[in-house]
T-cell receptor, first 116, second 110 residues
Framework: DVKVTQSSRYLVKRTGEKVFLECVQD?????MFWYRQDPGLGLRLIYF???????EKGDIPEGYSVSREKKERFSLILESASTNQTSMYLC???????????????FGNGTRLTVT | QKEVEQDPGPLSVPEGAIVSLNCTYS??????FMWYRQYSRKGPELLMY????GNKEDGRFTAQVDKSSKYISLFIRDSQPSDSATYLC??????????FGTGTRLKVLA
């Protein structure tokens, strides 16, 4: 089974802090994603990466950056946390982008971040 | 208009009922279709994945895709209280972009 592990289930940070959310997958997937999930708004893509050191902006990248130094690890960085970044953050991974059979997303269990 | 529409519910059914969950979409380029189950405070768990029209069955779950009507369904037979969760549909046109419905909350009453 695919396993996507997010380092923290719950985080409480203060406004202005720099926040790191870590994600590791164990299936040698090439693609990794960061989403946030908010009631009524559903899942929104922040950033994704299709290879080591490669990244693409999603729908809501403002206030976030990412890092992918190793294939299995994808980090989301909140440069200066704000209260409107309080949310559930979900990491996901999927298989080879060059495959003719594109794989579905596999999610971690999420990090619930509260910014006070 | 959203690309994917999904009734938010909640949908309440008695134990043992057949549940029908649905999504409609507007983009005919969507090729791949997924259903996820999400329990409270957990990440979405993949239930079904299909890339063609027709039915796909896995245990008590059946996914149905009708590309001509731009309509997908998930059926749950013999529903159990443990099926109580939010169900998300998702689809993609073959690129990196996955489009999600906002989810339907299901409650199965014992």
């Amino acid at each position: 089974d695919v396993k996507v592990t997010q380092s923290s289930r719950y985080l409480v940070k203060r406004t202005g802090e720099k926040v790191f959310l870590e994600c590791v997958q164990d299936m040698d997937h090439e693609n990794m994603f960061w989403y946030r999930q908010d009631p009524g708004l559903g899942l929104r893509l922040i950033y994704f990466s299709y290879d080591v050191k490669m990244k693409e902006k999603g729908d809501i990248p403002e206030g976030y950056s990412v890092s992918r130094e190793k294939k299995e690890r994808f980090s989301l960085i909140l440069e200066s946390a704000s209260t409107n970044q309080t949310s559930m953050y979900l990491c996901a991974s999927s298989w080879d982008r060059r495959s003719s059979y594109n794989s579905p997303l596999h999610f971690g269990n999420g990090t619930r971040l509260t910014v006070t | 208009q959203k690309e994917v529409e999904q009734d938010p519910g909640p949908l309440s059914v008695p134990e043992g009922a057949i549940v029908s969950l649905n999504c409609t979409y507007s983009n005919s380029a969507f090729q791949y279709f997924m259903w996820y189950r999400q329990y409270s405070r957990k990440g979405p768990e993949l239930l079904m994945y299909t890339y063609s029209s027709g039915n796909k069955e896995d245990g008590r779950f059946t996914a149905q895709v009708d590309k001509s009507s731009k309509y997908i369904s998930l059926f749950i037979r013999d529903s159990q209280p443990s099926d109580s969760a939010t169900y998300l549909c998702a689809m993609r046109p073959g690129t990196y972009k996955y489009i999600f419905g906002t989810g339907t909350r299901l409650k199965v009453l014992a």
